[in-house]
């Protein structure tokens, strides 16, 4: 079991930008993610790593957001760009049992997850 933490979140102005970070306790899986979920919807995928550098992104964070591991440090990164108040959330690292291309986005193929960290995004 990977233990994750997050950091970094806190409260922006529309426009800015805002990096997470994600601490893992061991480089010991194929795949890491970010997910956020907002007051009264459902949890949803925004970004995710695996192990050979492979990227994915919805569609949301496209052009806006950027994930990246240091190694390392064992800490995963969302850089966050041209934040927009529909990103207020919080936001969860996420550890997949299987590879990014088998994970996708279905959170029971995600077994360990951080406690989340909050992003306000003020307009």
């Known amino acids: 079991m990977v233990q994750l933490a997050e950091s970094g979140g806190g409260v922006v102005q529309s426009g800015g930008s805002l990096t997470l970070s994600c601490k893992e306790s061991e480089d010991a899986t194929d795949c890491l993610a970010w997910f956020r979920q907002a007051p009264g919807k459902e949890r949803e995928g925004v970004a995710r790593?695996?192990?050979?550098?492979?990227?994915w992104f919805a569609d949301s964070a496209k052009g806006r957001f950027t994930i990246a591991q240091d190694k390392g440090k064992n800490t995963l990164h969302l850089q966050m760009t041209t934040l927009k108040s529909e990103d207020t959330a919080t936001y969860y690292c996420?550890?997949?049992?299987?590879?990014?291309?088998?994970?996708?986005?279905?959170?029971?193929?995600?077994?360990?997850w951080g406690q989340g960290t909050q992003v306000t995004v003020s307009s």
């Open positions: 996420a550890a997949a049992k299987a590879g990014c291309g088998r994970a996708g986005w279905t959170l029971r193929n995600y077994i360990d």
């Open positions: 790593l695996d192990i050979m550098g492979g990227t």
